[in-house]
């Protein structure tokens, strides 16, 4: 039995989860040292919604997050999640994007990417994980773990044996809603472990209360890596607590050999940063409740926010629980797919609709639509003739690869935006998100060009977007 390792989510998938991806950069800065102390395997600190959030909430350049966390860690590995061909999008992009933008992170400093798909469909992930080998990076290809009548050990440990067979370096099981039982996740663990040969790392979430048990049941059964965030930012909807883990695991044969001592200074600094956003209304208290519904809806935290939001513009909170009920035969008729950006948004948004409107599908949102076409891959279960003709008529599915649809798209975009180019990761920025990295990229001239860029500075921190 060798000693479990440790990847620390407080700077990606931990303010994610807690306080809606609103860390900024300069908060991260004055504990990175500390951190490189501690005897992390990694730091995830980029991907998911940072980028978006960076530009859009922050008026941040997140490529320059991304270098000035490298420049103070030397010991400890940087870590992004990626959503595959969908990169950190809600769409598919072309490949000469995807391929330039794997390029720019590694570049920028990032040593592991890990690489998802929503529908669990390999093909949109095989680009990035070449991609990522390529320009000298470690890719953990993922599969996304959930519940329903087709997804068993079986399909996981294919998937498994499919994504080492790809040449990825590690494998990651997501769990993105936190429904992963401990004693599926000594079943399944033990199952992969015999069928693979790559290291294994389990990525969960504590919404519902299991997680740390799950953990250690992966533990017993060879798992070599798990995901938590210091306890200011842990549990609730985000990962289990650091600390409680590495002590459980001290002066056994699964010691993490992380300094329990430094954890408590990390744990101290980001209170402070808890309690800020606390008080200004950001961190909402209700994200630590346990919560069981996910185990029969299975809604991550952040759908179900969303949902939530869905309704409240609708003046339709009274129809919350009819909503709840409606997600799971959304699934069920879109072929079950996983529960995680952008299908979460997809299912969600269509089971709104279906409620408030008192008819299934008698409006169907674009994306939808484009997902019954095959536009975002291949479901795990394929969708009924009545389903796909109610959505899409008589038109043609797509079966092949969605990327091998799209042209090269890289030059035309550094053409479009030329007139902010200030450097190469500025067209990749623009390409992700057109408009919010246009309103990002005038700040940037503003501030550059102000007769007072102080006083910019103290209007954007005062008055945040």
């Known amino acids: 039995m060798a000693k479990i390792k440790i990847t620390e989510t407080v700077l990606r998938d931990g303010h994610q989860s807690i306080i809606a991806t ?29 980028f978006d959030s960076c530009l859009r909430f922050l008026n941040e350049d ?7 966390v490298r420049s103070v860690l030397k010991n400890t590995k940087l870590q992004m999640l990626l959503r595959g061909q969908n ?3 809600y769409k598919n992009y072309s490949d000469d994007i995807l391929v ?13 990417i890990r690489i998802f798909d929503a529908l669990n469909d390999l093909r949109n992930i095989e680009t990035a994980i070449k991609a990522t080998k390529k320009y000298g990076g470690h890719a953990q290809g993922t599969f996304v773990y959930t519940i329903s009548p087709v997804h068993n050990i079986e399909l996981y440990v294919k998937l498994a044996k499919e994504i080492e067979s790809m040449g990825a370096d590690s494998l990651c099981i997501k ?20 069928n693979i040969s790559i290291p294994v790392q389990l990525h969960s979430h ?23 965030a210091i306890s200011p930012f842990g549990l609730g909807t985000s990962q289990p607590a650091t600390e409680p883990i590495v002590a459980t695991l001290m002066g056994t044969e699964h010691d993490t050999g992380i300094d329990i001592n430094i954890l408590a200074e990390i744990a101290e600094y980001f209170k402070g ?21 996910v185990l029969s809806y299975q809604i991550p935290g952040g759908m179900m926010s969303n949902l939530l939001s869905q309704l409240s513009a609708q003046n339709a909170l009274d129809r919350f629980e009819d909503v709840l009920k409606e997600v799971p035969k959304v699934r069920e008729d879109l072929g079950y797919p996983p529960l995680v950006t952008p299908t979460s948004q997809i299912v969600g948004t269509q089971a709104v609709f279906n409620v408030i409107l008192n008819e299934r599908y008698k409006m169907i949102p674009t994306e939808v639509k484009a997902y019954v076409k095959g536009m975002y891959g291949k479901p795990t279960v394929p969708i009924s003739k009545e389903i796909k003709e109610k959505i899409i008529g008589d038109e043609e599915v797509v079966t092949t690869r969605p990327a091998d649809l799209l042209p090269p798209q890289l030059e035309k975009l550094k053409e479009e935006m030329k007139e902010y180019y200030e450097q190469e990761e500025d067209v990749l920025t623009y390409a992700l998100f057109p408009q919010v990295a246009v309103n990002y990229f005038k700040f940037r001239q503003a501030k550059k060009y102000s007769i007072d860029s102080e006083l910019v500075d103290k209007v954007q921190k005062t008055y945040p977007v």
Do not use: C
């Not at 908060?27 to 730091?43: F, N, Q, R, T, V």
């Not at 533990?219 to 938590?228: C, F, H, S």
């Open 22 to 50: 609103r860390m900024r950069t300069d908060e991260m800065l004055p504990i990175l040292e500390k951190m490189d102390k501690a005897g992390y395997h990694s730091l995830e600190m980029w991907g998911g919604a940072t």
């Open 62 to 68: 997140p490529w320059e997050r991304i270098r000035f």
């Open 87 to 89: 990169i950190l999008g």
């Open 100 to 112: 330039e933008f794997v390029n720019k992170s590694i570049s920028n400093g990032i040593d592991i």
């Open 175 to 194: 769990d993105m809603s936190g429904i992963i039982t401990p004693y599926m996740a000594y079943n399944l663990i033990k199952e992969v472990k015999k």
């Open 206 to 228: 504590y919404t519902s209360g299991m997680a740390s048990m799950a953990y250690l049941k992966a533990i017993e059964a060879g798992v070599d890596i798990i995901d938590t």
């Open 273 to 293: 940063i808890k309690e800020k956003y606390i008080e200004n209304g950001i961190l909402n208290q209700n994200v630590f409740n346990v919560d069981t519904r």
